[in-house]
Structure formats: C-alpha cells, structure tokens
C-alpha cells in the first residue's frame, strides 16, 4: 500500500502540469501575442472592438457576426501557434508564413485561402553606384477566411496602418467582408510595383545616357552599375512576374471566399500588374541591349587604342631601323666621313616619321 501511495504522489504533479498545459491559450498570453501590432472586429464597415485578444475577437464574431482582422509582424512559431489553432490554419500555409521568403502565390486549404504577396520599395540615392541598392523587397501573406482575415508582414516597409485607416473611411467596401481587405493589399502592393516602376525607369534612363554621351563612349562606361541595376530589376521581377496567375485566378475563377462584387475590383489589380510584369521585362531588355552596347564601346575603345599604339610604334620604327644601321661600326659604309652626313641623315629620318605620321592622321588611326 505505501508503494502505491508513493507512486500515486509521484504521478500527481505530472497530471496537474498536463492538465494546465491542456488548458492553455496562447492567444491570450501577452508574452506570444507580442507579434500582433492590430486586432479588430467589423460589422457592417465599421469597427466595433480595439485592443482585444485574437481569441476574444473571434468569440465576438461567432456571436455576433462580421470578421476579425488581425495583423502580424515577423511573428516566432511560437507567438503564431495559438493564432494557427484558434482559426483553424493549415500547418503548410503557417510555415511558410513564419519562415518568409516564399514566392508569390495564391493557395487554398479547406475554407481558407493562402495568398502571399511581395512588396517592393524603392531606395533612394544620390548617385546610382556598382553597389547601390535600388529595390527592397518585403513580403505580406494574408490568411483570407469567411469571417476573419489575418495578414503576416514580414521586412520593414508595407505597413498596413495606413490602409487599414482608408479602409475604415469607406463603409460600403468594408462591408464586403474579408475579401474587401484582400482586394486592398493587393491594390496597395501593385500600386507599389507602379511607383518603383516610374523611379527604376528614372535609373534606367540615366544609365542610358551616361553610356551613349560622347564622354562615357570613349572611355567604355560603368559595367558594374549596369549589372548592379540589372540585378536589382531581376529581383523586381522576381516579385511581379509569379504575382500574374494568382490575380487572374482572384480576377476570373468564382471563389466562395470572395465576393462577387470585390471580384470586379481584382480585375482592375490584374491589369495594374500586367502593365508593370510588361515594364519590368522590358527594363530587362533594355539593360542587356545597354550592356551589350557598353561592352561594345569598351573594346572600340581598346582597338583605337591598340592602334594609336602601333601607329606611333610605326614611326619609331624609322629612327630605330636607320640608327641600327649606322650604329654597326664596320669601316666601309658610305658617306661614313661625309661631312653632312648626320644632318642629312636626321632630315630624312624627320621627313620619313612625318610623312608616316600624317598618312596615319588622314586614315584615322591618329
């Protein structure tokens, strides 16, 4: 009986753990919801809680309808594990939630669709350099449900604050449910792609300029800024390109999570996009047209060169040639003891260097 005793106040402990353990929540611990810069609940367009829990949000929408709109930055897995649990999210889409750098993408998992989104900002510069950063990307993934919409921003920029402001001066949309959210980030990163579009445009022409001018073509130009600046609009391509399918599928394909109406309004992103997936391959092209013709110019420059250099090897050649002759000391060689012997020698040594020198001008080589 006391063996029995003993174990059953080994055990004990250990069964108060489990049961605390089976009662937690993470969404209502501060320490893991400190990844969660806003939580909101709408109805009708309007909002109608601030600076509640995630979990508490949803307890307001299952009794009392609308949608929850929490936003995360840069969330642990573990600050992201009650918020995965209480909506339900499929464990594939939070992976690629928390670890970031995932290409853009649309993806349905049961009730929930999975769209991620890459942002891309513009540095500004004085001067563009073979190290300047032109573009920095970011990325926005947003978890779109029947009734709540959770948005994941992982980078510095596409800040939400601002959009979550307009959104909620414009009832009738906000109405519209998640999807109207949906629609909003996606304007307002394709809006981004448009103004990055106009400066790298900017860029570009500079680049262009600075090549083609008189004083750049002789000296060949700045390969490593082109490459630098090709670089960076390989990584602006990078972000628009897979971009094109997801919002034609948002734009065409009826969906249930999405609303007729907002529909309408993806077709308008889709073509936004197309144009600036257009504009950034042909800044593709553009720059290797601009890098062909810089390396072009660079070995024009070497052959000119390389001719101004022989050219001029050419007219030393005479005064060398004539110099070796008469520098071989044999005794019998004519007008040896000529009394103008040295200067007739020096003008026909001048005269010869000259007339080399002005057929070399009149062909160009000089």
Not at 236 to 251: D, E, G, T, Y
Not at 350 to 359: L, Q
Request: aromatic content about 8%; hydrophobic content about 40%; glycine content about 6%.
């Amino acid at each position: 009986m006391s063996m029995i005793r003993d174990l059953r106040a080994a055990v004990r402990p250990a069964l108060r753990r489990a049961r605390a353990a089976s009662d937690y929540d993470a969404t209502r611990d501060p320490s893991v919801t400190s990844a969660v810069v806003d939580c909101g609940v709408y109805r009708d367009g309007k909002r109608v809680s601030d600076h509640v829990s995630p979990a508490k949000a949803m307890e307001r929408v299952r009794e009392e309808g609308g949608f929850a709109w929490i936003g995360l930055h840069e969330p642990t897995e573990r600050e992201f594990a009650g918020i995965a649990q209480e909506f339900g999210l499929h464990p594939l889409a939070v992976e690629d939630a928390v670890q970031a750098h995932q290409r853009p993408k649309l993806e349905r998992y049961d009730d929930t669709l999975f769209t991620v989104f890459k942002t891309i900002h513009y540095v500004e510069h004085a001067e563009l350099t073979s190290t300047s950063e032109v573009v920095e990307t970011g990325e926005v993934m947003c978890f779109t449900g029947r009734n709540f919409i959770v948005t994941v921003r992982h980078g510095g920029q596409g800040s939400l604050r601002a959009l979550r402001h307009r959104l909620q001066q414009d009832p009738e949309l906000l109405a519209k449910g998640p999807s109207a959210v949906l629609h909003a980030i996606a304007d307002q990163v394709v809006d981004g792609y448009l103004a990055v579009a106009d400066a790298v445009q900017d860029d570009i022409d500079e680049v262009e300029i600075d090549v083609f001018s008189a004083a750049t073509s002789r000296r060949g130009g700045d390969a490593g800024r082109i490459y630098q600046l090709k670089r960076e609009v390989l990584e602006f391509k990078r972000a628009v390109s897979p971009l094109l399918r997801p919002m034609q599928l948002l734009s065409e394909r009826p969906m249930r999570l999405v609303d007729p109406d907002i529909q309408t309004y993806f077709r308008d992103v889709a073509d936004h996009l197309a144009r600036v997936s257009e504009q950034v391959l042909a800044f593709d092209d553009l720059l290797n047209s601009i890098l062909q013709a810089n390396l072009a110019q660079a070995t024009v420059a070497q052959n000119e060169d390389m001719r101004k250099i022989t050219s001029w090897a050419a007219i030393f050649a005479v005064p060398t040639m004539i110099a070796g002759i008469y520098g071989m000391n044999f005794d019998y060689m004519p007008e040896l003891r000529w009394k103008f012997g040295y200067p007739t020698v020096l003008i026909v040594t001048v005269g010869i260097c000259f007339a080399i020198h002005r057929g070399f001008k009149r062909n160009g080589w000089l």
